[in-house]
């Protein structure tokens, strides 16, 4: 099977004005389906790795393949569209924009592709938006909702244009136990139903117990699973 994300030998320096090497030679797939968490202690270049992965950051060396798609050497241009076609984000901040609704919200990355009709665009957000029980909300400001809630809207926005990949920094760093466990159970059953992979940077031990596999960083390198 093609992995759905392979990485090889990346190697990332930061220039800050002293050179540091904060990523020593790191190498991995993801298969299609996956749910996989990259943990180790603060400093360790996890969310360095994960923008990379992201296409957020293109200043380093090694390769990084999506679905087969080398990013390495990509234009930016073509790195931005790669990015909003195949990648979902959510983030510890969901960086929701709180004065749109929350429909408005989950709508707003499939309408800046604009593969398809804004009504066809917003059934599906409607129906995302109900499969992460949040009905009954969608014409709520984004800031007017709850944390845990936000958190479920910046997850139907990452899905509304069929990411393969999913990323998140620190998904459940802000929410309580329960609201952890919901997310966690949507990541779940997202990798196990839909066959989406699902790469989360967490400190969270027993989220990460419970993912299908997990990565440990040190000092810029992988040092087990
Ligand atoms: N823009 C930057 N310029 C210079 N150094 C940076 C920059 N971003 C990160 N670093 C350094 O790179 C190293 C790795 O940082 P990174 O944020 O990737 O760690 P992390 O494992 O995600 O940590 P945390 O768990 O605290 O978020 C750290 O030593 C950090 O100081």
Do not use: W
Not at 7 to 28: A, C, M, W
Not at 35 to 59: E, P, Q, R, V
Not at 132 to 153: M, P
Not at 167 to 183: A, I
């Amino acid at each position: 099977m093609q992995p759905a994300l392979s990485v090889d030998n990346i190697i990332k320096y930061f220039h800050d004005p002293e050179t540091i090497q904060v990523l020593k030679g790191i190498s991995f797939d993801v298969q299609p389906g996956e749910f996989l968490a990259l943990i180790g202690k603060s400093g360790s270049g996890k969310s360095t790795l994960l923008y990379l992965l992201s296409t957020m950051d293109t200043n380093y060396e090694g390769t990084i393949q999506i679905n087969g798609t080398r990013l390495t050497g990509l234009k930016q241009n073509e790195l931005a569209r790669f990015r909003n076609e195949h990648i979902g984000f959510v983030f510890q901040f969901h960086y929701l924009l709180p004065e749109f609704s929350v429909l408005d919200n989950v709508m707003l990355p499939a309408l800046k592709l604009g593969k398809q009709p804004p009504e066809q665009i917003r059934a599906k957000a409607l129906e995302l938006l109900y499969l992460l029980d949040i009905k009954g909300h969608e014409d709520k400001k984004a800031s007017r909702i709850s944390g845990g809630q936000q958190q479920r809207v910046a997850i139907a926005r990452a899905l509304i244009n069929d990411p393969a990949i999913i990323m998140g920094d620190e998904p459940t760093g802000n929410l309580d136990s329960k609201n952890t466990k919901v997310v966690f159970d949507i990541f779940r059953e997202l990798a196990r139903e839909r066959g989406q992979t699902i790469i989360a940077v967490t400190h969270d031990d027993e989220f990460a117990a419970n993912c299908d596999r997990v990565i440990e960083m040190v000092d810029g390198k992988i040092v087990g699973e």
